[in-house]
């Protein structure tokens, strides 16, 4: 029997409409069987589609489902605070200051700062020194002399990010990717803004080799970047980074580490607000 369900499409990581990522968001969609998450995500077509369910979890207040056209999540950055803020103007009340999202990967924490939220950065599930061979492939994948990447580290939170330091942003920005030849590793570049018109402390790009295609602003892409560069010295511990100038988008990100804990904001706007029947 189809069901109508409230949906929403909001833009994630942008202080504008159309600047930043694109997110599906269906609620309360408990009703939903795996299978009927996953075609309507591959519907959208969208990077990621989340649906919103009762939480199993007595401390969480929500909890969330990530799809992407070819699978589903544990954690993605994006999603986390897309689907807070369409939980939260769908009439949520968190049970404590800080709203507390269910996902795959656990419990994630978020705080509201006026119209930015953040999300408390998971722990990695992988970290430490690349490969040669790895860096042989992505070396390829980007079409660049492997003296070009200055620094790397596995920075692995889920999606399988893996990632490299340009020396400069102009390098970062002039790349245009072989995904075939990247063989299925997702990808994140960062690289210095410097100069006078430098709008923001980095440039990030996130190309997922598993899919093909460049990401526009990637939440978990930019939470384990923080959790690299931080303690390597290669960041301060606040910091700015700007992502999707290559697609055209303005896609703004903040990283501050208060303690221990590293948090990743961002502005989120509606653009489509409607029902959806599935």
């Known amino acids: 029997m189809p069901q109508t369900l409230n949906f929403q499409q909001v833009d994630v990581f942008s202080t504008a409409p159309t600047q ?23 519907w959208t077509n969208l990077s990621e589609t989340t649906f919103l369910l009762r939480p199993t979890h007595p401390e969480a207040d929500y909890r969330v489902r990530i799809f992407t056209t070819t699978r589903e999540l544990p954690f993605a950055g994006h999603p ?13 009340q968190p049970k404590a200051e800080e709203v507390v999202q269910e996902c795959g990967a656990g419990l994630v924490r978020i705080r509201r700062d006026g119209a930015r939220l953040a999300f408390a950065a998971p722990a990695l599930l992988r970290s430490g020194a690349v490969e040669d061979e790895v860096l042989d492939t992505i070396a ?17 939170n889920g999606p399988g990010w893996v990632a490299v330091m340009l020396d400069s942003r102009e390098e970062l920005l ?16 960062v690289a210095r803004w410097t100069g006078p018109d430098a709008e923001a402390d980095f ?8 899919l093909g295609a460049e990401d526009p602003v990637t939440g978990s892409l930019n939470a384990s970047l923080a959790q690299w560069l931080i303690p390597a ?14 697609l055209g988008h303005k896609g703004q990100v903040g990283v501050e580490q208060i303690g221990e804990q590293i948090w990743v904001s961002g502005q989120v706007q509606k653009c489509v607000e409607g029902n959806v029947t599935l």
């Open 20 to 42: 930043g990522n694109p997110l599906a968001v269906v609620i309360g969609a408990d009703g939903l069987s795996d299978a009927q998450m996953a075609a309507f995500a591959r």
């Open 80 to 92: 986390t605070l897309g689907s807070c803020f369409v939980w939260l103007d769908s009439g949520g």
């Open 140 to 156: 390829a994948g980007l079409k660049i002399q492997r003296s070009q990447i200055v620094a790397s580290q596995w920075a692995d």
């Open 174 to 189: 002039a790349i245009r990717p072989d995904y075939p030849a990247l063989k299925g590793l997702n990808v994140g570049i």
């Open 203 to 210: 440039e990030v790009r996130a190309l997922t080799g598993d």
């Open 233 to 246: 010295g290669l960041a301060p511990r606040t910091y700015s980074a700007r992502q999707g100038t290559v």
